[in-house]
């Protein structure tokens, strides 16, 4: 069949009316609560603030009609040209412009939808999580106990390296002779990613103490956390090494041994260089587990940013020191996560 003989693509001017629709129904919609907004807002700086981000998101839904406008202009030409490639391509641009227009307009009502949420019954769900004074005075002593949960983190993910990968090795004992310690490793992998990490701490913050065991009894909660951290998760990381090992070919170990090295030589010079560089993005996403899990060593007294946050809430009978907690977790985990997507595509792109 040639190209003339093939079905020529309509117009499109159904889908373009309905990007149009759709940024309308946006517009309408943001201009509606921006005004509402600015209305019920109380006299003062809070008022200005909000009629400054009213009018920011009333300009800003403009910019929805630029792809519906795109659509409604190339189902335009569509319908006049006599060239069927060009018709062709027109359609798909069209229809792609459109469905943008409407994805847009979606995600607008949905912001629209959450600050209508947050402002509803007389702006309550605002004044228990966002209440600006108390953010204001409560954010000092919660960003200094927040150092606690960083030097927490980073301790912790240190010693977890080194943890989880004497256990993967462990696990990865070659032979008879090194079924006991497989055995061992085995065990303790399994009953710790079984047990929720919280009781981890808890009896570890609570029952080193109680046993008067010799230097472990002396530490500070602080440590008691960092102790914990390393138990949990050099089980899971112990698991990502495993993986990263496994994924080197057999081949490269049988040269080594050929060559006369040992079996812990050919591990240290010829696997686990490669299996950590396979590991990495994996690695990072156990490590924002392990700092959101900071949050937990609370349980045992240490006085981290949520036990901070919490004092402040439990003073005020109000919520809004916790957010500022949540706020500097997404701080530091989203750019980790934003890093382990690009190693992730990075690898994607090598594999290709």
Wanted: hydrophobic residues 55%; proline residues 4%; positive net charge.
């Amino acid at each position: 069949m040639t190209a003339t003989a093939q079905p020529v693509p309509t117009p499109g001017r159904g889908a373009a009316l309905a990007g149009l629709a759709a940024a309308t129904v946006a517009t309408v919609a943001t201009w509606s609560v921006a005004a509402v907004l600015f209305e019920a807002a109380s006299p003062g700086v809070w008022r200005w603030v909000l009629g400054a981000a009213a009018l920011l998101g009333a300009a800003a839904v403009l910019l929805v009609y630029r792809p519906a406008l795109d659509a409604w202009r190339c189902s335009g030409r569509c319908a006049t040209s006599a060239d069927v490639v060009e018709r062709r391509g027109l359609a798909a641009r069209v229809r792609e412009s459109a469905w943008t227009a409407a994805g847009t307009a979606f995600a607008v009502l949905c912001a629209l939808a959450l600050l209508v949420f947050v402002l509803a019954n007389d702006a309550a769900v605002q004044r228990t999580f966002f209440q600006g004074e108390l953010i204001g005075t409560s954010t000092l002593d919660i960003v200094r106990a927040f150092g606690t949960n960083l030097f927490i983190a980073v301790v912790a993910q240190v010693l977890v390296l080194v943890w989880g990968l004497a256990l993967a090795l462990a696990r990865l004992a070659p032979g008879r002779v090194g079924r006991p310690i497989r055995a061992l490793a085995v065990v303790y992998i399994d009953v710790i990613r079984a047990v929720p990490a919280i009781i981890v701490i808890y009896l570890i913050g609570f029952g080193l103490p109680i046993a008067q065991i010799p230097v472990l009894s002396g530490l500070s909660q602080t440590w008691y956390a960092v102790l914990a951290l390393t138990v949990v998760y050099g089980a899971y990381v112990a698991e990502v090494f495993r993986s990263g090992i496994e994924s080197v070919h057999p081949s490269q170990v049988s040269a080594s041994r050929s060559l006369g090295f040992s079996h812990l030589a050919t591990m240290r010079h010829v696997v686990v260089p490669q299996a950590t560089r396979r590991v990495i993005p994996p690695l990072l996403n156990d490590f924002i587990g392990l700092q959101k899990d900071t949050a937990l060593v609370n349980v045992i007294g240490t006085i981290d940013a949520f036990n901070q946050a919490k004092i402040f809430s439990a003073n005020h009978f109000n919520l809004s020191s916790v957010t500022v907690v949540a706020g500097l977790f997404i701080l530091i985990t989203i750019p980790q996560a934003r890093l382990v997507d690009r190693l992730i595509a990075r690898d994607k792109a090598r594999g290709a």
